[in-house]
């Protein structure tokens, strides 16, 4: 017989994150309870791989992955350490440089799709903590998969 233990508690209403078993138990995971950003590193570097997908990717040459070169600094983990430590800054730092690449690849502010990259940039480097990060960093997600 297999115990259902919840760790941590979830809230009612809470979104639950996925079920982890060990041995006979299975656990919820949930959002960190004090950021919520558990889950965060996921798309930063989604967000880069479009970006750099925008800028290096041409037709008919092998598309670029995750485990690409390119995408070394890039990398969940990387990402991961940095949602860890709560340093919105190298974050940004970070997602500046990619989403420049993909900003010229666009053609720069004198194009549609580079001026909403622009905002849509602007949005994510005036986040000051990770949980205002959240929400236009999806939205710079969506927009980028959107334009690939």
């Known amino acids: 017989m297999v115990s259902l233990v919840k760790h941590p508690p ?6 639950v994150q996925g079920f982890f078993f060990t041995d006979r138990t299975a656990m919820i995971a949930a959002p960190h309870p004090s950021t919520g950003t558990r ?5 930063l570097e989604t967000v ?3 970006a750099l997908k925008l800028a290096y990717e041409t037709e008919g040459s092998s598309p670029i992955l995750r485990d690409d070169l390119v995408m070394a600094d890039y ?13 919105i800054a190298a974050i940004q730092a970070k997602l500046d440089a990619c989403l420049g690449l993909a ?12 001026r909403e990259l622009g905002r849509l940039s602007l949005d994510v480097q005036s986040a000051r903590t990770l949980e ?3 929400a236009p960093l999806l939205t710079l997600r969506d927009y980028l998969k959107d334009i690939l």
Request: aromatic share 8%; net charge neutral; proline share 5%.
């Open 10 to 15: 979830v809230s009612r209403g809470a979104q």
């Open 39 to 43: 889950f965060m590193e996921l798309p």
């Open 48 to 50: 880069a791989l479009f």
């Open 75 to 87: 990398e969940r983990e990387v990402f991961a350490l940095l949602v860890r430590k709560g340093d």
């Open 103 to 114: 900003m010229n690849a666009l053609g720069g502010t004198d194009k549609p799709m580079g």
């Open 132 to 134: 205002q990060l959240n």
